[in-house]
């Protein structure tokens, strides 16, 4: 473990080296972050998830970083160039860019301008101009040079410039001081290409665009990214040159007066705008591209871990109704446990005889509702969405139906449909009706529906598909984990798409998990999956805690607390006067509520952490944090535009959250759009401060836009 490294995490976490060093040995040995974060809390201070996973990200990227700058440091010095002040300077390097940096001027270069005029032997001219002579003249000194192959002073003198050029190019201090000047006070433009395509005026607002380099915002660089890639903008890094070329002649020239000034000048011109600019430019885009990437992941996250914390919908019996127009309405049933019931197609919106058409849609929906004692339809929120939503409301309304319904997010549900878990669950329905179960399902357990889907499926980011793929998959299966182990597994139920998520538990593991409950039955404890060998000791220890076994034989199975400190339980209830049958009880909640903790901590030789969360889960052995989350709203009316009016108060499901507003559910055909300025009266910088995916608001209209179908949105009452 890298002591210089720790210390470097333990500064820019703000968190202290021992926190650090016992994440970072924790993890060498195999532990998991959900385990670590859940049942370690005493060891690493109570760090979260998303720390943890920092120390581990940060101490990786820093040792490649330093196996970086080991190499560079042994290339220069199989040359015989490396000084103690260089080796110096490249370890106390922080970034990658600046270890190439200092790198380039011993770096083997492909053949340059430089490189032809060093051949021809013009090296020691450039030198002997970089001394500044005060005697002598031009002509004489470059005469010195002439030969076979140097036949000109003019010839002399270009190659002599351009290996100035590079000179100057190569010098790492320049090139951080020009970075960083062009950072803060450069601008990032954008302009329209003159033979670019742009039918549905996307990115109208960029076709004259410019903003300050360092004060762009991510979604804006992601755009002009996109537009670029599209050839429908054409963007450039713009400075004043005046100031980076003033500044190069002071650090070059300085006050020395000498014939050869205005050649040095000139190099110095060739080198910032044919060497240093282009590359600072890549750099400086490269950057905001990260810084772009970076933002995009973090929001996607926020809202995917929203998601899959909506509550479920449960001992419900549910109608998914997956909407389309020519292909028709795929429907599904699904029991109060999820199980397939029934399914069917209807063709509701065909051109031609369209009230037939509705009525006979009707009569099947209704003959399904009333057959199967159907409590909800769950409409998927794709094409044809809204025109369903004013279906089921008018079959409501006609036919008296003790039944509502709810727009469902179908992200990912045709990715899951054609999967082939779906094809496993469902060997013998059409991938359409798969998709009918799918959002039936992730209205009753969103958490465990949304699982099948890969998490860069679940349609709740911006610009997703403009970054990097692997860094998307990685932050997301992080999320997605994190968030199946805060809520726990039922081990008898969970399907292989959730148990996979579960801390320490393999593919191996699954598959013997499954087989068991196939052949033997329930689980019936903890106790058994040990016996059975079920799981490796260490993966025992690592998923135990997040595996729950409801209605078994021991009533701590089906709770957070870890068979290691079972002991504790039962000290404490003893010290109480307790027994394990009283747990969840106004009784024993009484009981827990007034006891001293650092008094019973001592008492029972556990930490405070154990302790809480032994109190914790005593009071509510089933709690869930998706309980303290909004429900969906449920509705039997529909809404249009010709009903709205500025100033109207509505209330709706915030269905995305991204940098410049949230899109809001209000029942229409396209999401409201509330900006960041409409969000709150107080400053934020982003909109997940106030608001989160699934949030249910009440809202006012402020615009409507009847030709664009747009509504625009406040949360503040005006």
């Not at 995490?9 to 080296?17: E, F, V, Y």
């Not at 690493?44 to 190499?71: C, F, H, M, V």
């Not at 209605?551 to 307790?578: A, K, M, R």
């Given at each position: 473990?890298?002591?210089?490294?720790?210390?470097?995490?333990?500064?820019?976490?703000?968190?202290?080296?021992?926190?650090?060093?016992?994440?970072?040995?924790?993890?060498?040995?195999?532990?998991?972050?959900?385990?670590?974060?859940?049942?370690?809390?005493?060891?690493?201070?109570?760090?979260?998830?998303?720390?943890?996973?920092?120390?581990?990200?940060?101490?990786?990227?820093?040792?490649?970083?330093?196996?970086?700058?080991?190499?560079?440091?042994?290339?220069i010095d199989e040359k015989g160039m490396l000084t103690d002040e260089l080796k110096m300077q490249i370890m106390n390097c922080m970034k990658l860019v600046e270890v190439e940096d200092l790198y380039r001027p011993f770096k083997e270069k492909k053949k340059t301008k430089a490189s032809e005029a060093i051949k021809l032997g013009l090296e020691p001219l450039a030198k002997e101009i970089l001394k500044f002579p005060r005697s002598g003249d031009l002509d004489m000194l470059l005469s010195k040079y002439l030969n076979d192959k140097v036949k000109t002073k003019e010839e002399a003198l270009q190659g002599a410039k351009y290996i100035l050029a590079e000179m100057i190019s190569d010098n790492a201090w320049y090139r951080k001081d020009i970075r960083k000047h062009v950072y803060f006070h450069g601008t990032i433009s954008s302009k329209k290409k003159k033979t670019a395509k742009d039918d549905n005026k996307i990115y109208e607002m960029y076709y004259a665009y410019s903003e300050a380099i360092s004060k762009i915002k991510p979604h804006r660089i992601l755009a002009l990214n996109r537009g670029e890639s599209e050839k429908v903008l054409t963007i450039s890094v713009d400075i004043a040159e005046e100031e980076i070329l003033s500044y190069l002649e002071r650090k070059v020239i300085g006050k020395r007066e000498s014939f050869v000034n205005e050649v040095v000048r000139e190099a110095i011109l060739?080198?910032?705008?044919?060497?240093?600019?282009?590359?600072?430019?890549?750099?400086?885009?490269?950057?905001?591209?990260?810084?772009?990437?970076?933002?995009?992941?973090?929001?996607?996250?926020?809202?995917?871990?929203?998601?899959?914390?909506?509550?479920?919908?449960?001992?419900?019996?549910?109608?998914?109704?997956?909407?389309?127009?020519?292909?028709?309405?795929?429907?599904?049933?699904?029991?109060?446990?999820?199980?397939?019931?029934?399914?069917?197609?209807?063709?509701?919106?065909?051109?031609?005889?369209?009230?037939?058409?509705i009525k006979q849609s009707k009569e099947i929906v209704k003959t399904l509702i009333n057959k199967y004692h159907i409590d909800i339809i769950a409409i998927g929120n794709g094409t044809a969405s809204r025109e369903s939503e004013k279906f089921c409301a008018e079959l409501i309304q006609e036919y008296h139906l003790d039944c509502k319904y709810v727009i469902v997010s179908e992200a990912g549900a045709s990715i899951y449909s054609a999967s082939k878990i779906a094809i496993e669950e469902f060997p013998d329905l059409a991938v359409e009706k798969r998709s009918a179960v799918s959002i039936a399902r992730r209205l009753q357990d969103p958490l465990s529906e949304l699982v099948k889907v890969p998490p860069e499926g679940i349609g709740v980011g911006l610009y997703q598909h403009d970054v990097s793929p692997k860094k998307l998959a990685d932050n997301l299966d992080f999320i997605v984990e994190k968030t199946v182990n805060a809520v726990g597994v039922n081990i008898n139920t969970a399907s292989s798409s959730l148990l996979k998520y579960v801390s320490g538990i393999t593919k191996k593991a699954i598959d013997k998990i499954i087989s068991y409950r196939e052949s033997k039955g329930k689980i019936h404890s903890r106790e058994e999956i040990k016996k059975a060998k079920l799981l490796t000791d260490k993966a025992y220890e690592q998923?135990?805690?997040?595996?729950?076994?409801?209605?078994?034989?021991?009533?701590?199975?089906?709770?957070?607390?870890?068979?290691?400190?079972?002991?504790?339980?039962?000290?404490?209830?003893?010290?109480?006067?307790?027994?394990?049958?009283?747990?969840?009880?106004?009784?024993l909640i009484e009981k827990l509520n007034s006891i001293d903790k650092d008094e019973y901590k001592e008492k029972l030789h556990t930490d405070i952490y154990t302790l809480e969360d032994v109190i914790n889960s005593l009071k509510k052995p089933n709690r869930d944090p998706r309980d303290d989350m909004p429900q969906p709203i449920l509705k039997s009316d529909v809404l249009t535009l010709d009903d709205l009016k500025v100033g109207m108060k509505l209330q709706g499901t915030v269905r995305n959250v991204v940098d410049f507003g949230v899109f809001i559910d209000v029942g229409l055909h396209n999401d409201g759009l509330a900006h960041i300025s409409k969000l709150t009266k107080k400053y934020i910088k982003h909109p997940s401060e106030v608001l989160s995916v699934g949030d249910i608001v009440d809202c006012y209209v402020i615009d409507i836009n009847k030709e664009k179908e747009k509504v625009g949105l406040s949360l503040i009452e005006e």
């Open positions: 473990m890298n002591s210089t490294i720790v210390e470097e995490i333990s500064k820019s976490l703000n968190i202290t080296k021992r926190q650090v060093e016992v994440v970072l040995k924790m993890l060498e040995e195999g532990n998991t972050i959900p385990f670590i974060a859940r049942y370690r809390k005493e060891a690493t201070g109570g760090l979260s998830e998303e720390i943890i996973k920092s120390i581990g990200d940060i101490y990786e990227y820093q040792i490649n970083l330093l196996k970086r700058k080991e190499a560079v440091i042994g290339l060739d080198s910032y705008k044919r060497l240093i600019f282009p590359s600072v430019e890549r750099e400086i885009r490269s950057e905001l591209k990260e810084k772009g990437e970076e933002a995009a992941i973090a929001n996607f996250c926020k809202n995917l871990e929203a998601l899959l914390l909506t509550p479920p919908m449960k001992e419900k019996v549910v109608l998914g109704f997956d909407p389309g127009f020519v292909n028709g309405c795929k429907l599904a049933v699904v029991d109060k446990n999820g199980k397939y019931l029934d399914s069917t197609v209807i063709k509701p919106f065909l051109k031609g005889n369209t009230d037939l058409y998923a135990i805690g997040f595996l729950r076994i409801p209605e078994g034989d021991h009533i701590l199975d089906q709770t957070s607390i870890h068979p290691e400190s079972y002991g504790v339980v039962s000290d404490l209830l003893n010290e109480i006067h307790c027994t394990l049958d009283q747990i969840g009880t106004h009784e």
